[in-house]
């Protein structure tokens, strides 16, 4: 098969009807089920399809219009890699439209047309790009500005009380976790449990429908799709963009003993990685894995990324597990894969963000840093080194009078993680980030050291142990108001540093505010209170909600906090940021100021390199310990003052000292940072 495009696979509406077309490479016979309008467990009208080019199945029938409910039978060959059965009735893989009948879907066909009213992209530069990760249920379940019925739907999310709330945050684009159609695993189902995250679709076309109104949901897959647009056009007039976390590494046909739906029936040896004894060559942990490197898959791929890039309006696609897409034939990680590259190229999805989880459970997983130029990655090293510099390092310290690490290790990353990602590909590269939908919450981080997942039914077994995390001397909450003040300001130094680093920073909804899941890292399987966002704060998290938004407003006027290249020694490079450093005594760093424990302060004085917007410099001053310490501001060139715009150690400046001089003394709280405009 050598390029469909979405014309071609799947339901094409023509005068007198309709046609659909499929692939499947190995099946000897298939047929077209008409079903009944009122009885879609009843087939009308059955039609022989016949083979062409490419290994494309055509059926055509007068029946199909818009609202026609139909399925696929598909007959092939015997032998442990075909899972072929005639008494099947398969899912469209290119269905834009699913309907729920008895526990299942069937695939419908609907009208798409929908008016944009000459509302478009926002566009936002990726240094400009502020990326907020959100359930579109959980964000909206308990939004007291929403009336019940828009609570946990995408009109929810769409209304202008939510986009008010987001614009007033400060962030640029909306990360939605999966929202293409998914079912629950079958051990879920059985513990009477569901998969509330949504990472395990059932087919990519269709968006997902119980996040809809009820309104919506009962008029049908049609008015589920016109809900989704009228969000994306929501908040695209609002200048927000809209990234869908998509995953194509897997489907929810789980493993060879798991439902047949749709792709294993069609063509199991085509669509996945099987094995000659049939069983599959598992690299994402959930069954099954897509083999994309069948030509016939990476079109699958390429098909609805263009669906929902161009008739949805999506402003970029966030990829579960992207080292799965990039694997060859014999499953090694390529960085040229074909798929990877027409991804990156296709005119389709020009200018959209690209974001990659570069890893996944397979042989040589971890590929961060590696994927092509065009991705941005998520860097689970900066995650991990912030979380060590403001926690566990401080808790070893208490423990053994001297943390493990200087501040080598937090400025690599702070500086855009260079010596990750390639000079061509800049820090952009970079999507920096501290907690995500899966592990602790930023506040909890902060309260607990270990995981409590019991309530996932798993005996605490499932869910990371690697956490990075202390708890400041009790698990859990605690009513002692000195752990809770350290436990906010480490806090106030997370968000601190992840806003002012250079790179793509990511905000997991709710940390803004200090949203606690209670220690439980793995929330997957959660749709209640634990997981839905609450709206109810206390003065400590209105204090927190503040700063957060006082952090991306100085990242937005600050330029030199957000360089799109890396600086070259002894060049001038345009979006790139000179960068100085300086440690306590307002001198050049020194190997040991760099390396070690007992010296974990550094003055980072960045100056941008205008090409779009004007000079602008800044000081950061970050200090790793618990006691206090005493800097001299640093003396550089074009340098005559320094304005204080923000200090972690006060839930707001207050009566704090603004204006400083170079060479002049400032007391730094411990384990705090300030922000300083160089001028």
Known sequence: ??????????????????????????????????????DPTWAVESVRMTRGAGSI??????????????????????GPTHAFDAGLELLDPYARGLWPVDGGFVSTVIDDAFDWDGVEKPGVPLDHAVVYEAHVKGLTRRAPWLAPELR????????????????SLGVTSVELLP???????????????????????????????????KAARNSGPGAVLREVKGMVK????????????????????????GPTSSLRGLDNASYYRVQPDGGYFDVTGCGNTLDASVPAVRELILDSLRYWATDVQIDGF??????????????????????????????????????????????????VGRFPD??????????????????????????????????????????????????????????????????????????????????????????????????????????????????????????GTLLLSAGIPMITAGDEFGRTQFGNNNAYCHDSELTWLDW???????????????????????????????????????????????????????????????????QYLAASTPEFEDLNRILLVVHGLEQPVTVTLPEHEGVAAYTLLWDSARENLGDAVLEHGPGSELEVAPVSMQLFRAH
């Open 536 to 602: 109810d704060h206390v003065p400590w998290q209105r204090d927190l909600l503040e700063v957060t938004r006082t952090l991306t407003r100085l990242r937005r006027e600050n330029p030199a906090l957000r360089p799109v290249r890396y600086g070259r020694f002894g060049e001038t490079v345009r979006s790139a940021t000179q960068m100085d450093w300086y440690n306590k005594e307002g001198l050049s760093m020194t190997p040991e100021d760099w390396d070690s424990p007992a010296e974990r302060t550094l």
């Open 234 to 257: 929501a908040l695209h007039e609002a200048g927000l963009e809209v990234i869908l976390d998509v995953v194509y590494n897997h489907t929810s046909e789980e493993g060879p003993t």
């Open 374 to 495: 065009g991705y941005s990655e998520w860097n689970d090293g900066y995650r991990n080194r912030m979380r060590d510099f403001w926690l566990t390092d401080i808790g070893a310290a208490r423990a053994n009078g001297l943390a493990p690490n200087g501040i080598g290790p937090l400025a690599r990353r702070l500086a855009g993680s260079a010596h990750v990602f390639s000079q061509y590909r800049g820090p952009m590269a970079s999507v920096n980030f501290i907690t995500a939908h899966d592990g602790f919450t930023m506040a909890d981080l902060t309260a607990y050291y270990t995981k409590h997942n019991l309530g996932n039914g798993e005996n605490n077994r499932d869910g990371t142990n690697d956490n990075h995390s202390f708890n400041h001397g009790v698990e859990g909450p605690t009513s002692d108001a000195t752990i809770n003040a350290h436990r906010h300001r480490a806090i106030r130094n997370l968000l």
């Open 179 to 213: 929202v293409h159609q998914s079912v629950s695993e079958q051990r879920l189902i059985a513990q009477g449990r569901l998969n509330y995250w949504g990472y395990n679709t059932l087919g990519f076309f269709a968006p997902h429908g119980a996040y809809a109104t």
């Open 152 to 167: 946990g739907t995408y009109a929810g999310l769409g209304h202008p009380g939510t986009i008010d709330y987001l614009r």
């Open 318 to 367: 966030r990829f579960d597990l992207m080292a799965t897409l990039g694997r060859d034939a014999q499953a090694h990680f390529d960085p040229q894969h074909p798929l990877l590259i027409a991804i990156r190229d296709d005119p389709a999805l020009a200018g959209l963000k690209l974001i990659s989880e570069p890893w996944d459970v397979g042989p040589d997983g971890w590929q």
């Open 1 to 38: 098969m050598s390029g469909p495009d979405v014309a071609r696979l799947g339901v094409t509406l023509e005068a007198g009807g309709g046609v659909v077309r499929v692939f499947s490479a190995h099946a000897t016979a298939m047929t077209l089920c008409v079903l009944d309008d009122r």
């Open 57 to 78: 199945w055509e059926g055509r029938s007068p029946r199909l219009a818009v609202g026609t409910r139909y399925a696929l039978r598909a007959e092939g060959p015997a």
